[in-house]
């Protein structure tokens, strides 16, 4: 079992800034790849970012050049920069295993001004 907990959503207003944080607990050994979700209002959720126990990444073509998804052990980052209203939605952590996918409970980001 994975649990998985995610903090540092909020209000900002567009241009800025927010980092992620998703702190993993379990059995983190069995996790092959760690990813952000997230699901704006009224659309489907989609693939934010992830990372490979390697440390591969991969983004979606919309926050490349202003996300960075990092990993150390047991905790994974997103930084958002560069900040959009259209990055408004809830982020969740998510994390591949080879028996299950495990998700957290979300985070709400809102780019407003």
């Known amino acids: 079992q994975v649990q998985l907990v995610e903090s540092g959503g909020g209000l900002v207003q567009p241009g800025g800034s927010l980092r992620l944080s998703c702190a993993a607990s379990?059995?983190?050994?069995?996790?092959?790849?760690m990813g952000w979700y997230r699901r704006a209002p009224g659309k489907q959720r989609e693939l934010v970012a992830a990372i490979t126990s390697g440390g591969e990444t991969n983004y979606a073509d919309s926050v490349k050049g202003r996300f960075a998804i990092s990993r150390d052990n047991a905790m994974m980052y997103l930084q958002m920069n560069s900040l959009e209203p259209e990055d408004t939605a809830v982020y969740y952590c998510?994390?591949?295993?080879?028996?299950?996918?495990?998700w957290g409970r979300g985070t709400q980001v809102t780019v407003s001004s």
């Open positions: 998510n994390a591949f295993t080879p028996s299950r996918n495990y």
């Open positions: 379990g059995s983190i050994f069995s996790i092959n790849v």
